[in-house]
């Protein structure tokens, strides 16, 4: 059967569903679409012709930024009912892949037991502790987070993850969600033509979703990947393995690595930054500045930053930090390259940001090209921002 260009493609260790398990999916995925497509936009024409005009009568000025503006459209209708509808999609989405997934975890997980073939590897380390940030909220409203385990050599945090981002990005990240991973292969290659990595490192790698196209750019390379999370990792290592893609996974947490200085021409990371906090990520920076070997380069992505936005698209950008359990986005969108580089030992004439069309979507032109949250930022763009050494 040929496999859509919207359809997730099936491998190994993705969970398979019942017929009325697949279509409470779809009718996620559809809600999620009719949200972004139907229904955010008008949130624009509210504010612009009933909630700023009367916030200008009041006050003889306009809201002055995202937060002003957050304030006085939570007292709108029509925003409260698409916020609480939104919310509600992203229950719905994590309960429809947690289901299918409980019901055949045991087989998931000696599947995952059996991943060879590829010749990736997989070292864990029971001894690392799942920092604060990760573990005081079930980041982006999954239950248990990245991090929580059920079962001996657990798997479900990786398997509900991976159904569970292709329907919140509603199939726009590609079939193999791997939209992110790339986009930023394809802005490496055009950037810096001549860079030919040895050894590749991915931060917080999360099911290894962004990982492999870096394998399938640079073939001759190694490449590595960790993630702070035990069930994280043993499913990207299955899942990579069932796609013939060699992996060295590790369970690490991105602020203090064991891997020896300058061992790496290039690392990456992908939509991390924004669920660590702001100690963690200078940690982040300053591990970069430490692994890379000289002329090494570090590339992050993220949704676009608020600078150069309008305050009304940050604002609704900016609705994940208040109701998805992302405490540290608001933050992560405020950060300057150019200071972080200062801080964790990098030349700030060295560092560089752009935004980057996204690989799949600039190919299909299905994109929603607007801002609004729980969709990935919209837009069909990706910020990414980076050193050199």
């Given at each position: 059967m040929k496999t859509s260009a919207h359809e997730q493609f099936a491998h190994a260790m993705l969970p398979e569903t019942t017929v009325d398990e697949f279509s409470r999916q779809e009718f996620v995925k559809s809600f999620k679409l009719h949200l972004a497509n139907k229904v955010s936009p008008n949130n624009r024409v509210?504010?612009?012709?009933?909630?700023?005009?009367?916030?200008?009568?009041?006050?003889?000025?306009?809201p002055k930024n995202r937060h002003e503006i957050r304030k006085v459209m939570n007292r709108?209708?029509?925003?409260?009912?698409?916020?609480?509808?939104?919310?509600?999609?992203?229950?719905?989405?994590?309960?429809?892949?947690?289901?299918?997934?409980?019901r055949q975890l045991d087989a998931l997980i000696d599947t995952a037991k059996t991943a060879n073939g590829a010749g990736g590897t997989l070292t864990l380390n029971p001894d690392v502790a799942m920092p604060r940030y990760l573990t005081a909220v079930d980041?982006?409203?999954?239950?248990?987070?990245?991090?929580?385990?059920?079962?001996?050599d657990d798997v479900a945090a990786g398997a509900v993850?991976?159904?569970?981002?292709?329907?919140?990005?509603?199939?726009?990240?590609?079939?193999?969600?791997?939209?992110?991973?790339?986009?930023?292969?394809a802005y490496i290659q055009h950037a810096y033509p001549d860079l030919a990595p040895k050894r590749i490192l991915d931060l917080g790698c999360a099911a290894g979703h962004s990982t492999a196209p870096y394998k399938q750019a640079y073939p001759d390379a190694?490449?590595?990947?960790?993630?702070?999370a035990a069930p994280m990792v043993r499913y990207a290592h299955a899942r990579a393995e069932s796609l013939g893609v060699p992996i060295h996974f590790s369970q690490q947490n991105a602020e203090?690595?064991?891997?020896?200085?300058?061992?790496?021409?290039?690392?990456?990371?992908?939509?991390?930054?924004?669920?660590?906090?702001?100690t963690a990520f200078r940690n982040i920076m300053k591990e970069c500045h430490r692994l890379l070997a000289p002329a090494g380069l570090a590339v992050h992505s993220e949704?676009?930053?608020?600078?150069?936005?309008?305050?009304?698209?940050?604002?609704?950008?900016?609705?994940?930090?208040?109701?998805?359990?992302?405490?540290?986005?608001?933050?992560?969108?405020?950060?300057?390259?150019?200071?972080?580089a200062v801080e964790s030992g990098f030349d700030p004439d060295k560092t560089f940001e752009t935004m980057a069309p996204s690989a799949f979507e600039a190919a299909q032109a299905k994109r929603s090209n607007v801002f609004q949250g729980g969709d990935f930022g919209g837009g069909g763009l990706w910020y990414l921002y980076g050193f050199q050494k």
């Open positions: 509210v504010y612009e012709r009933q909630v700023r005009p009367a916030f200008e009568k009041e006050h003889g000025r306009p709108d209708d029509h925003y409260k009912t698409w916020s609480s509808l939104l919310r509600t999609s992203q229950e719905m989405m994590w309960t429809s892949c947690q289901v299918p997934v409980a980041i982006h409203c999954q239950p248990g987070s990245y991090h929580a385990e059920v079962a001996k993850y991976d159904r569970g981002v292709y329907l919140y990005a509603m199939g726009r990240i590609g079939p193999a969600n791997d939209d992110i991973g790339a986009s930023q292969v190694e490449i590595f990947a960790v993630d702070v203090s690595m064991d891997f020896e200085d300058g061992s790496f021409d290039l690392i990456v990371s992908h939509i991390l930054i924004h669920e660590t906090s702001t949704t676009p930053p608020y600078k150069n936005m309008d305050d009304y698209d940050a604002f609704i950008l900016d609705w994940d930090a208040y109701n998805n359990n992302e405490p540290f986005w608001g933050k992560s969108h405020e950060i300057e390259p150019r200071e972080a």
